[in-house]
């Protein structure tokens, strides 16, 4: 495994272009590894230590499972910082960027998106919350956001402190408030569970529907790399529906069908669909039409409805305002009576961005007691989430309102982000769809865009002869030409004969404009090269 590892750096490193120098050292000019005498514990006198813990032994599903949006290219791009840092220091010209832009996953504030000032402050003084003891603090902070941190602190006691298993009560509620507000319909702060983000929530489900390899899960291709990972990870099948790129990523009811009944001859048993509306990586919105459909089929079938609403707040596309599924199961009514659902929203995404505070929540519906007692038991195995996560979830479901001292900056603020997503949305798709060979469906919600190229049959061939897919082969090269780190479509899945990579369109406006002429003449490069 050392071994291993070792040529690994060592590619990277080459990779990276820090040269043969570099690389002989540790490798001798050979690419294999020679252990120095400290590296090794062999000798005449003392037997190799056997580890108990090896690949071979292992856990297999922890081997095959991956996780594309940090996998070889992430991992590229960590190494290319090291060579830049050194570029910088040495004052020696060693790649033909100075930075590295990472659009490979959905972390708004990495690439400076600005946190909403209101969130901040509340947060500070519950994690400080002697300042609220000072008799400045009114100069300091708006009433609002000393106001808010009283009342969260009433609430949890100490931010240092466990919460209960399923969350701060105050936050369930809510919660719930939100969720009835959008939708109209009554929340149960009983049936909603506070999580370490949205990814934390999808996999307690999984981990609750997955028995082995004959229980089945439906989810999009292309998807999200969490389900297909959690999936592998948890020993069940993956059962793969094709979304109609041609028709702007539509989710199509006979494809489902395909899906659901090709798993049926193979002995597979569907136990639940996933839904990501917004689209990752696709970017479309679903129509409330479509998702009646998609809730009917489902309620026949009796198949969990897992609802990924992550992007609720990413939505683009004036023809297609967002609508959950939690209002479109109770519009249907007595139609769909006894259907069992999930969804699930985060903090990280939307225009909060608060990755890093990892908050989330999930809200069951038609979910029996019985099984609601194991999702608990499940949580309670972890203890609590995280309690600044919890609360960043109640200031995102219930911000400054009307009349407050907050509420005017933080429209504001709430609005430039939006508004710059949109704008930039745009930007990104109109210069994809310009370049050789490129088609790029107009994001409707999320923050990616999702362009299938066409590349030579020598780009192709050169791949499978580097053992490659042909869109990594292409977004490795982007990235050592660049600096610009997106993800291949073949992390996320795809038909056949096709390729694509996955961006977000993150970078600041002025940024992406400069991502886009990068990416252009690469890209003109490139297919010169291969022709």
């Not at 108990?52 to 949006?69: E, F, G, H, I």
């Not at 960590?78 to 100075?98: A, C, H, M, W, Y």
């Not at 020993?235 to 989710?251: F, I, R, T, V």
């Amino acid at each position: 495994m050392l071994r291993h590892s070792t040529k690994l750096f060592v590619n990277l490193e080459r990779a990276a272009g820090l040269g043969a120098s570099s690389a002989s050292a540790s490798s001798a000019g050979t690419g294999s590894f020679i252990p120095k005498q400290s590296d090794t514990m062999t000798s005449s006198t003392t037997p190799s230590y056997q580890k108990s813990l090896t690949l071979d032994n292992m856990c297999p599903t922890v081997r095959t499972a991956q996780y594309a949006v940090r996998g070889e290219l992430v991992i590229r791009a960590e190494k290319l910082v090291s060579t830049l840092d050194r570029q910088k220091n040495e004052g020696i010209k060693l790649l033909p960027f100075e930075e590295i832009v990472y659009c490979n996953i959905g972390n708004p504030q990495q690439l400076k998106q600005k946190p909403l000032s209101f969130f901040r402050q509340v947060v500070a003084l519950c994690e400080c919350p002697e300042l609220l003891e000072s008799p400045h603090i009114d100069k300091i902070f708006p009433a609002d956001a000393i106001a808010r941190a009283r009342a969260l602190l009433a609430s949890v006691g100490n931010t240092g402190a466990y919460s209960g298993s399923q969350g701060i009560a105050s936050v369930l509620r809510s919660v719930a408030k939100f969720i009835e507000k959008r939708d109209g319909y009554p929340a149960d702060p009983e049936s909603i569970f506070l999580t370490d983000g949205a990814s934390v929530a999808v996999q307690r489900i999984l981990r609750l529907l997955i028995r082995d390899r004959s229980d089945g899960i439906l989810i999009p291709i292309p998807q999200y790399p969490l389900y297909s990972a959690t999936i592998e990870l948890y020993g069940g099948s993956q059962l793969g529906y094709y979304l109609n790129e041609e028709a702007g990523w539509k989710m199509e009811i006979p494809e489902l069908e395909r899906s659901y009944n090709d798993a049926k001859e193979k002995g597979i048993t569907p136990r639940a669909l996933v839904i990501i509306n917004p689209g990752n990586p696709t970017g479309q919105t679903l129509d409330a039409a479509n998702m009646s459909d998609i809730v009917q089929f489902c309620h026949q079938k009796r198949l969990v409805l897992l609802a990924d609403e992550v992007y609720q707040e990413n939505v683009y596309s004036e023809n297609k305002p967002f609508v959950s599924f939690k209002k479109v199961v109770k519009d249907l009514g007595t139609k769909v009576e006894g259907l069992e659902m999930v969804s699930f929203h985060s903090v990280s995404k939307g225009f909060v961005g608060e990755c890093g505070k990892r908050g989330g929540y999930m809200e069951l519906f038609g979910i029996s007691p019985e099984v609601k007692s194991e999702i608990y038991k499940l949580s309670s195995i972890g203890l609590c989430p995280n309690v600044i996560g919890q609360l960043v979830v109640d200031l995102m479901v219930n911000p400054p309102q009307e009349g407050e001292a907050s509420h005017k900056q933080y429209i504001e603020e709430r609005d430039a982000i939006y508004n710059s997503l949109k704008r930039r949305a745009n930007l990104l798709a109109t210069a994809l769809n310009s370049l050789e060979g490129v088609t790029c469906n107009a994001p409707e919600g999320a923050m990616y865009a999702f362009p299938q190229i066409r590349l030579p049959p020598k780009a192709v061939e050169e791949a499978k002869q580097n053992g490659k897919q042909p869109d990594a082969h292409y977004c490795i090269q982007l990235l050592e030409a660049t600096g610009i780190c997106v993800v291949p479509g073949s992390g996320f899945g795809q038909r056949d004969g096709t390729y694509h990579f996955r961006t977000t369109f993150l970078p600041s406006e002025q940024a992406i404009e400069g991502v886009c002429k990068k990416v252009a003449d690469f890209h003109k490069a490139f297919m010169a090269k291969y022709k």
